[in-house]
């Protein structure tokens, strides 16, 4: 969400009064005044307010601001002024000063050590032929030169470490403590923009929103009573059987018994004796 930011509110310090806020709605319930917070308007909605109003609030706290903000730029200059002798009185500030001495310092103990071991390596070897080189002496001389030329420019690199560390001290020892100007003036704009700034933003915030009305109650929705004479029986009624000669005719079915005839009788042409 776009955030508007008074014109003398520095980019750097912008988390902070995003801070400041945050706790005064963590702490909203501390403050009798602001006890609606979360019912009229929830968290997240104030806070969006008064982000899109922070001109407004850091206006009230202008003055503790600009004090903040000239201790702060004060006690940078005065860290920039005591870190410019430490290096300005040195010979390696000039150009390409600095490299050519550190280059020097790891260069010239490595260089010389390797040549001490290569000159006192070659000339021992000569001085064991029989006879013996006339210049294995003179190896021999140059590998000591060379190792006495290493053992310096150890020490030389040791000083130069030391004077580092010390220098490095000092200058901490120089910073600012925590507890000095600059964080009372920093405590003091914090408490002026929650006191004149935030917390009367959200009061005001919430006395401007009408209290949320409780929802109606749904309707109750009656049904008609049945009509007169079509109000069903309470109860079960035995199923009504009728006879099955009722509605039928009284005609019924008749049936005769076959003609049987003897066997004594016979055929007209046939009679018995």
Do not use: C
């Amino acid at each position: 969400m776009h955030m508007n930011v008074a014109p003398h509110l520095l980019t750097e310090d912008r988390a902070e009064f995003e801070r400041v806020l945050d706790d005064a709605l963590r702490n909203a319930h501390d403050h009798p005044d602001l006890a609606e917070a979360g019912t009229r308007l929830s968290t997240a909605q104030l806070r969006a307010m008064a982000l899109n109003a922070t001109a407004l609030i850091t206006t009230a706290a202008a003055t503790e601001y600009d004090h903040f903000v000239k201790v702060r730029e004060q006690i940078r200059e005065q860290l920039r002024a005591t870190a410019a002798p430490n290096t300005a009185g040195t010979p390696a500030d000039g150009p390409g000063g600095a490299g050519v001495v550190a280059v020097v310092t790891v260069l010239a103990p490595l260089l010389a050590g390797t040549a001490a071991v290569i000159f006192l390596l070659v000339g021992a070897v000569l001085k064991m032929l029989d006879p013996a080189p006339a210049f294995a002496d003179a190896l021999l001389t140059a590998g000591l030169f060379f190792g006495a030329v290493a053992a310096a420019g150890l020490l030389w690199a040791g000083a130069g470490l030391l004077v580092t560390a010390l220098r490095n001290g000092a200058t901490e020892v120089s910073a600012p403590a925590p507890d000095d100007e600059l964080s009372r003036a920093r405590e003091a704009w914090r408490r002026a923009v929650l006191e004149r700034g935030v917390l009367p933003f959200l009061r005001d915030a919430l006395a401007a929103t009408p209290p949320a009305s409780p929802p109606a109650p749904a309707p109750v929705v009656r049904k008609p009573p049945p009509p007169a004479g079509r109000i069903p029986k309470i109860g079960y009624s035995g199923p009504d059987f009728s006879s099955p000669n009722e509605g039928a005719s009284d005609v019924r079915p008749s049936y005769s018994s076959p003609d049987f005839t003897s066997p004594g009788f016979g055929t007209p042409e046939r009679q018995p004796e």
